[in-house]
């Protein structure tokens, strides 16, 4: 087992020191190689404890009078449960919120093509009336 340590210890040292002399872009981007998966790492183990926090503890109605508590395993909702039901709700709002935005799109498209299809109305009667004599008042004549 020692063996086999030593071993790793001095692949990982050369690969850092192998890292060292590579240009600045490969480093860059085993940096980012790197974060990526800490950061990864990390919320994995964030939501194995985070899971075991969220699990109801129930009272048993057997052993009320001893208040003992019992975990419901099979039952209780873990953090991955409720995550999911979450993602799917919100999911469901951000889909019927596009879904009623593409419904006004369509409403406003048809609204600006009736807009711009849209052509006077106008009549020839209407000229006709400019030229009569509604309740004129007489013209008296000059002295």
Do not use: C, H
């Amino acid at each position: 087992m020692l063996k086999i340590l030593k071993i790793i210890y001095k692949d990982l040292k050369d690969f850092f020191l192998d890292l060292e002399n590579l240009d600045e872009r490969r480093k860059k981007i085993w940096f980012f190689v790197g974060v990526s998966l800490s950061m990864i790492l990390i919320l994995i183990i964030w939501f194995i404890q985070f899971n075991d926090l969220v699990k109801v503890k129930v009272i048993s109605e057997n052993q009320k009078e001893n208040q003992a508590t019992q975990t419901i395993n099979s039952s209780s909702p873990s953090f991955f449960s409720t995550f999911s039901r979450g993602l799917k709700i919100s999911f469901s709002k951000i889909k019927n919120f596009f879904d009623d935005l593409k419904e006004k799109w369509k409403k406003g498209k048809e609204n600006l093509y009736n807009i711009f299809r849209k052509t006077n109305n106008f009549s020839i009667e209407g000229n006709r009336l400019n030229f009569s004599r509604f309740e004129a008042n007489p013209v008296t004549p000059l002295p």
